[in-house]
């Protein structure tokens, strides 16, 4: 590529990179400042890679060195997300039974759905705190039904959504749920029947709710 077409580049964004100005030549090619648009990361950078797309990521952004990339964000976490017009939001991505949250793959890490929608409609959440649901489904990431809060309120939510759900329940219907999974029916099945949650199903299965004699 000749020295004119290479020093158009300037203003130029490719990935996550913005060229900012050409920096000097080494052995034959000719090497760029650019800027991360993400977090304002300076790296110089060759420019024939840059046109050909043979660029890394930046890893200020993707979690290596802290911090997060909004705009990767964002795109993961649409792309799974199923936004519901009433209540909870659906997640059609990855979400191990145990522990029950939605997630997907940003940059080096797994995230969980209802903290990157936390993160993307609030902004960032502080060293220790959690994100809670006051709607007790945690494949919801819909930002009306989370809440931010220490470990202490987490844990006394997740109790008190327990009492909850165990109230919703009589003794012949966990009977009927254990029999239900006898059966091989799966919680997410069943959990629509009695219309509570599939971890309040997990918990029976568990016996972790009332041990019935």
Not at 99 to 127: C, D, N, T, V
Not at 162 to 191: A, P, W
């Amino acid at each position: 590529m000749s020295t004119g077409k290479l020093l158009e580049i300037e203003g130029t964004i490719f990935k996550n990179w913005k060229v900012v100005s050409y920096a000097f030549s080494k052995h034959n090619k000719r090497l760029f400042n650019c800027i991360c648009i993400g977090c304002n990361t300076n790296r110089i950078m060759i420019g024939t890679r840059l046109i050909q797309g043979k660029i890394g990521i930046c890893f200020t952004c993707t979690g290596r060195k802290g911090g997060l990339l909004k705009n990767s964000l964002i795109d993961g976490f649409e792309k799974f997300v199923i936004k519901n017009t009433e209540g909870c939001w659906g997640w059609k991505g990855c979400a191990p039974v145990n522990p029950g949250y939605g997630q997907f793959r940003h940059g080096m890490k797994l995230e969980r759905a209802h903290r990157a929608s936390w993160i993307i409609h609030f902004g960032e959440i502080p060293k220790g705190m959690h994100i809670c649901h006051t709607c007790d489904n945690r494949i919801c990431s819909n930002p009306q039904h989370l809440f931010m809060g220490t470990a202490h309120d987490n844990l006394k939510d997740m109790f008190d959504k327990k009492r909850h759900h165990n109230s919703k329940l009589t003794d012949d219907q966990v009977r009927e749920i254990r029999q239900m999974l006898l059966l091989k029916k799966t919680g997410v099945e069943i959990s629509k029947i009695y219309n509570v949650t599939p971890y309040t199903i997990s918990n029976i299965k568990l016996n972790k709710t009332r041990r019935l004699a």
